[in-house]
């Protein structure tokens, strides 16, 4: 389902700040080499996560769902000068890919990569977070959210992404596939968590943005 048509698509890339040369080569070596590029956030989204790091100014990020480090970039950018992003994925086959473009951005210091499991690199890890991106696996989402309340500190915030889930969260529940069941389900918790508020914001596939109160 085409939720923005391509023609607002194309306005929104042209009146958005260009990607960086690296971040240029990242996006066409995704393409070109690795499965599902699809699932690289791109110029527009990129440029969003880049402004909210700039915004909150972050000691401390958690990202949950490296992929190729697209994202991990540009959340690294408004980092403070002893800033850390904490980044997890379960793919070990792209972490040199990651490496080679952390290293190319500059930001190689203030980005630790973790390969494995989620869910228990969370319980592993002894900070408080300021700002946490969930772009993992879709059914973790609800079990995500439970596991990083207590590590994010107050007024901190929670992105997710993919929330409307190329439109199948639109359809009837009888129609919707497994991922979009599990995204829907995720907002409900949200929506009915007194601790948080949010919005849901219609860049790209859906991110949720979410404020600990």
């Not at 890339?13 to 040369?21: G, I, V």
């Not at 907002?187 to 790209?204: F, G, M, P, Y």
Request: net charge negative.
């Amino acid at each position: 389902m085409e939720l923005i048509p391509a023609a607002v698509e194309a306005y929104s890339e042209k009146y958005t700040s260009p990607e960086s040369e690296v971040m240029y080569k990242l996006n066409r070596e995704t393409h070109l080499k690795v499965e599902l590029p699809h699932m690289l956030s791109g110029q527009v989204q990129g440029q969003f996560l880049r402004m909210v790091s700039y915004m909150v100014r972050p000691r401390r990020i958690l990202e949950l769902g490296t992929y190729t480090g697209y994202s991990a970039i540009c959340l690294s950018a408004g980092l403070t000068p002893d800033g850390i992003l904490h980044t997890v994925d379960v793919n070990e086959e792209l972490e040199t890919l990651c490496q080679k473009y952390f290293e190319a951005s500059g930001n190689a210091h203030k980005i630790k990569m973790h390969i494995g499991k989620a869910a228990e690199i969370i319980e592993q890890l002894d900070e408080v977070f300021d700002l946490v991106f969930i772009d993992a696996d879709k059914a973790g989402y609800e079990q995500y959210y439970d596991l990083v309340w207590e590590k994010l500190r107050p007024g901190g915030f929670i992105l997710a992404d993919n929330v409307l889930y190329h439109g199948q969260v639109l359809l009837p529940e009888s129609e919707r596939g497994r991922q979009a069941k599990a995204m829907v389900d995720f907002c409900e918790k949200v929506l009915a968590d007194d601790r948080a508020e949010q919005v849901l914001l219609t860049i790209r596939d859906g991110v949720l943005m979410i404020r600990k109160k």
